[in-house]
Structure formats: C-alpha cells, structure tokens
C-alpha cells in the first residue's frame, strides 16, 4: 500500500490491533551468578560509574530484579563478561498496550503526516481524520492521613539528611531533583520562603548534572511554615558540624546550571560535600517503608500526598503552600535520637489530630515503565522511510525536469 493510499480506517484497524492481546511483547534481563561474582560489594559503584548507568540500576542487578537490555549491555560490557554469559533472558508476550500508549502512536502518526503535507509529499493527513483511541486515566499512589502522621513519627530514627528531605517532600510537595538541588542560598529565613531554581539530574557518562526546573512554573519562590524553618535551621547546625569533621576532604566549590563554579552551599550532599546521589534517596526510601510497616509508596508520592491532604482540606491549589505556613503540629525534631516515648506519643497525637481531619483518600497502585513494542515501532519506523523516499525520488524528478 502507497502512503497516499492510508485512509483513517486503515489506521483505525492499526489502532485496534494494539490493543489487542499479544500486541506487547516485553523482553528483561536477570543477572547470572556468573556475572554477580565479578561484582562484589565494593566494586560496584565503580561499575556503575564506568557502564553510566545509575545506582539504581545497578542495585536492581545485584540483588536478582529485572532490567532492560540497554541496560545488561552496559553492565556486561564494564564488568568484562559476555552478555550471553552474564544474563539470562525473561520474555512476557501475551500484553497489550493501554490507550494512552496508542494515543502516544496517534500523535506521532498526525506530526509525520503534518510534514509529509508540508513536503508536499501527500495531499491530505488522514490521522486528523481518524478517531483517536480513548486514554485511560492514571492513578497515582499516595500516603493516607494516618499514615502520613506514622510516616513522620518513623523519622527519629533516620539519618539527618533522610529526614529533612522526606519532610521537605511532604511540607512542599517538591520534586525529588528539586530537594537535592537546593543551596542555602535559595533559603530565606527572615521572610520564611524557598526558591526554587535548579534540579539535579542523572545523565550517564557524565554523572549528577544541575539543569533549569522541569516546566518555568516550576522555577518558583513559596513561603513555608515556621516549623520548616525550624527543621532547616536544626539541619544546617548538622551540617556545619560535619563539615567541620571532614575538614579539607570537603569540597569547596560544586558547578551547577549554566557550568558556573560557585561555593559549595548545598543543603544535601555526600560525606565530602559532593552533590548527593539521587539513587541513594530512590533505594532508601523503599527500605524505610518497609521497616516501619507503612504503604509501598514511591518518593514522589510524598508531592501527591502533599496536594491530595490540601485538597481533603478543601483548599485551592493556589493557597496549598500559604496553609502549611500556618500549621502548628510539630514535625518530629530530626536530631535528637533519644527523644523520649512521651514526646514521640504527644508528636505522633498532634499529626493526628490535624490530618484525620480531612477526608479518607484510598489507592496505592503503582505504574509500570513503558515498554518497546516491537510491531507500532516498526509500523512508524517503514511508514516514515516510504515518506523519505517518496520524497526523495520527488526531488529528483523536480530536478530532472529543471534541467
């Protein structure tokens, strides 16, 4: 068939074909005993770091859980193991894709065929006259009141730095990048705000890299509540002490967005005042939960917890910060391990008190990542040689009759 033959019911029927069982066809990658045995514990950052791929990842190998091809291939190759060797395949056929991953095949079709017009290449764009498939709506995962109120209660325990960012994510709903690209800089104690102006990023081969905000609504200045600022002053008397411990091995200088080499103000750093891996928040945070019993909830959830408890409270987006400024209930102090059972009762009370308040929110689902499937990829891969081709030759024709 001719790309000017493509009518909106033959996309249809490609639309409906993915959705169809079988259509998805996903391949992971389980690490040998081969391979693990090149990777003892105090190898692996190494590894990591030369097959530019995350902490994250590289936990994932170690400890027996699925990952992609991409992936092992990086893995395989720093660890000097054949790939054959050093995983073993895992194939799930029988899936199909959802309607927002066909809805994602939708537009992409409607842009090639945009410029195939442009070109002049066909007359008509038949997507724009296709129905397009019906998305499906995704539900995030989020922490109920009660267990927000356990949540904070459980921080006694944990590292400093852990802490004032898990607090950080449920007082501000930040991103997870935006936390640990905060400096203090960005911090006003006098007018009790924080800015937002850089996130963090983990791009391979080129390791922890400090960009502009995800959207420009994201690069924004908040005020928040006296018991933030607290947890921040408390915090930065931690910080300087361990500054002070690691004395020269402390980094001075850090680069950050537009290459600028300024002094080292970072709130949340490594041991030596090197920008903190973002891998190690993502693999901590799971372990928490699980050790004190609370939901399987990822660390964004905390920025949806945040909103779904201002909405519970009946209030507009546009004052969710402006609410946390006003709220009393003591956060639980982060630095004082030995807080007393009382204290921590009469802590644990007063988060009740206020969340329980607002309505019951329900559902804990987690999304999967987005596969490869092998049949749209090849559809749209032909459909936009034929369009290059038949441009081509158009070209040369025009060329032909010029002369």
């Known amino acids: 068939m001719r790309v000017s033959q493509i009518r909106p019911s033959h996309l249809m029927a490609f639309y409906s074909s993915l959705e169809e069982a079988g259509a998805r066809r996903d391949s992971v990658y389980l690490a040998t005993s081969a391979l693990l045995k090149e990777l003892p514990r105090g190898k692996r950052q190494e590894t990591a770091k030369a097959a530019g791929v995350g902490g994250r990842t590289m936990t994932c190998v170690c400890n027996g859980t699925p990952v992609s091809r991409a992936s092992a291939e990086k893995v395989a190759r720093a660890a000097g193991v054949i790939f054959s060797k050093a995983f073993t395949e895992q194939v799930k056929e029988g899936g199909k894709l959802n309607g927002n991953t066909v809805q994602h095949y939708h537009r992409m079709l409607s842009s090639v065929f945009t410029k195939a017009v442009q070109w002049g290449i066909v007359e008509d764009n038949p997507v724009k006259r296709a129905e397009p498939p019906k998305g499906e709506a995704v539900e995030v995962s989020y922490l109920e009141e009660a267990d927000a109120a356990r949540l904070l209660a459980a921080l006694h325990d944990v590292p400093p730095q852990y802490s004032a960012m898990v607090q950080l994510g449920l007082f501000t709903g930040m991103r997870r990048g935006e936390i640990c690209g905060l400096r203090w800089s960005d911090i006003d104690f006098n007018a009790s705000t924080i800015s937002v102006n850089r996130t963090v990023e983990y791009i391979p081969h080129e390791g922890l890299i400090f960009t502009a905000p995800k ?12 018991n933030c600022m607290d947890m921040l002053r408390e915090y930065q008397l931690y910080q300087k002490a361990e500054r002070l411990r690691v004395g020269s091995m402390w980094a001075r200088t850090v680069q950050v967005e537009n290459g600028k080499t300024v002094q080292n103000d970072l709130l949340f750093t490594s041991w030596d005042g090197t920008p903190f891996d973002l891998e190690r928040l993502t693999t901590w945070f799971p372990h928490f939960l ?23 409270a009946h209030v507009p987006s546009q004052r969710f910060r402006a609410v946390w400024a006003t709220l009393r209930p003591p956060p639980p102090r982060i630095f004082t391990r030995g807080s007393s059972v009382q204290q921590t009762r009469q802590r644990r009370t007063q988060w009740k008190l206020f969340l329980t308040t607002s309505a ?10 987005r596969p490869l499937y092998n049949t749209s ?18 070209m040369k024709q025009n060329q032909r009759e010029s002369l």
Request: net charge positive; glycine share 4%; proline share 2%.
């Open 290 to 312: 699980r050790a004190h019993d609370l939901p399987a909830v990822h660390f964004h959830s905390l920025r949806h917890t945040y909103a779904s408890l201002m909405i519970a």
């Open 377 to 394: 990829v090849r559809f749209i891969a032909l459909l936009f040689c034929a369009l290059f081709v038949r441009y081509s030759s158009k």
């Open 360 to 369: 019951k929110r329900a559902g804990h689902k987690k999304s999967g990542q």
């Open 215 to 226: 959207t420009k609504a994201s690069n924004r200045t908040f005020k928040v509540g006296a």
